[in-house]
């Protein structure tokens, strides 16, 4: 039995399922893993109108598929544990835990994220094989983290397999001292969303518990445990590229949708909308897109460095396209920042009652490999500006009176991101006070 999503330059998607039952070969319940989905595009790419053509590339991307962290890894293990003193199983779905071994590895990609990156990577020296002539090459950028730096090698190597373009810039994750646009670790007063999916999990949990320690005497399993069980269904399926049999132990749409909404609880009380000093944390990314987008020098006063921000060699200004790999909840951030993703009909999201028209929904947002375009588009009218995410071409309403506009003058698209170039308006430094 294996699985896999995998994405082709023409823009969609084809399932590659071999040996594998038909529930599960027409399942969406990948759909419901939230930030642990794996990437898929939204939209088949589309062409900016006749007349005009793409003459600048800026590319954020989430790193790849992984195993889970250190602390998710405690916290599986832990639940492992107490279903081992279960006295009797008597559900079948879990009678596999008879010679059931957990085997995943800590933080690292796995070989199905490295595989995503190499044709996403493919997929872009194909859409904007215009914008290359022999000498001309990304510049490419990532966050310190290994899996971050081994999506972007493997982003690479799909773009040019006999001549990668090189991994210019790496930025240190090293906390309120790193100074990196990449990750969100510089606010040493950003909460956290434990509070708002510690109330959804006490919501859609219990039941779940109850059903899973009736199933295994002796467990006595808490709502954590539930929660660190249900990962494994896509921690496994992405690293095995087979579905885990975790997934079955799980009933369906309610059980999955409760998991879907608990990472866009986390998602947006992380920092998205719904966090105090969550935003901030994108201003620094979006005053460096702004300032390859018009040819400027950087102006900012957050994250970025202020020493790579101002040398040709770390930050040019005259690339036709820019590549930097990130982590879901700095991207989460920047969208923030930038203004995305604003459902003002449904915010801020409940924690008792998810909303089923919310546009906010992490598998969409940050699925593993999630990226931003944002695209320079030249018209004979004039400049303009495109955000795609997951290929998906976004509304720009905050600078238009229309909802429906999806492409915005250069310096509309700059007077509207007035929150980033302010410097956030005083939030910032709100993070060290």
């Not at 190597?157 to 646009?181: C, K, R, Y």
């Not at 990472?263 to 702004?290: F, H, M, P, S």
């Not at 924690?351 to 944002?374: G, K």
């Given at each position: ?184 670790n510089m606010c040493t007063n950003a909460g956290s969303s434990d509070e708002q999916t510690s109330a959804w999990l006490s919501v859609y949990a219990p039941n779940i518990t109850a059903r899973l ?206 929150y980033a170039r302010a410097g956030g308006e005083g939030d910032w430094e709100k993070c060290f006070e």
């Open positions: 039995m294996s699985w896999a999503l995998r994405v082709h330059a023409g823009g969609g998607t084809e399932s590659f399922l071999e040996d594998v039952d038909v529930d599960w070969s027409t399942s969406e319940t990948w759909k419901n893993w939230a930030q642990y989905s794996p990437y898929t595009p939204l939209a088949v790419y589309s062409l900016p109108p006749d007349g005009c053509v793409v003459s600048q590339v800026n590319i954020i991307q989430r790193h790849g598929a992984r195993f889970p962290t250190s602390g998710a890894a405690t916290r599986i293990r832990a639940a492992l544990e107490k279903l081992s003193n279960a006295t009797d199983i008597t559900d079948n779905r879990l009678q596999f835990l008879s010679g059931y071994q957990y085997d995943l590895g800590q933080d690292d990609l796995v070989p199905f994220g490295a595989l995503q990156s190499r044709e996403l990577g493919s997929v872009d020296v194909s859409r904007y094989s215009h914008l290359f002539s022999h000498d001309e090459v990304p510049f490419v950028r990532a966050s310190g983290s290994t899996r971050v730096i081994q999506t972007a090698l493997n982003w690479t190597v799909g773009f040019n397999s006999q001549s990668p373009p090189p991994l210019s810039v790496i930025l240190a994750e090293d906390g309120a001292a790193s100074n990196n646009t990449l990750d969100d320690n009736a199933a295994a005497p002796g467990a006595n399993l808490d709502d954590e445990d539930t929660f660190a069980l249900m990962t494994l269904c896509p921690f496994e399926s992405v690293a095995k590229e087979e579905k885990s049999p975790w997934c079955d132990v799980f009933d369906g749409v309610d059980d999955w949708a409760g998991f879907e909404y608990s990472g866009d609880l986390d998602k947006y009380y992380g920092t998205g909308y719904g966090a105090y000093l969550g935003r901030v944390q994108g201003v620094g990314y979006v005053n460096e897109l702004l300032a390859r987008l018009t040819g400027t020098a950087v102006n900012d006063s957050t994250q970025t460095n202020s020493t790579l921000d101002s040398s040709e060699e770390t930050f040019p200004l005259d690339r036709a396209m820019y590549a930097d790999f990130s982590h879901d909840n700095q991207i989460i951030a920047i969208y923030s920042a930038m203004g995305l993703f604003r459902q003002p009909e449904v915010e801020p999201l409940g924690l008792d009652d998810p909303n089923v028209n919310r546009t906010w929904r992490a598998d969409r947002l940050v699925p593993f490999s999630a990226r931003m375009v944002v695209e320079k588009v030249a018209c004979a009218d004039g400049e303009f500006v495109r955000v795609l995410v997951n290929d998906d071409v976004q509304p720009l309403s905050f600078c238009s009176d229309g909802d429906d506009v999806t492409m915005c003058e250069l310096q509309a698209f700059v007077d509207s991101q007035a």
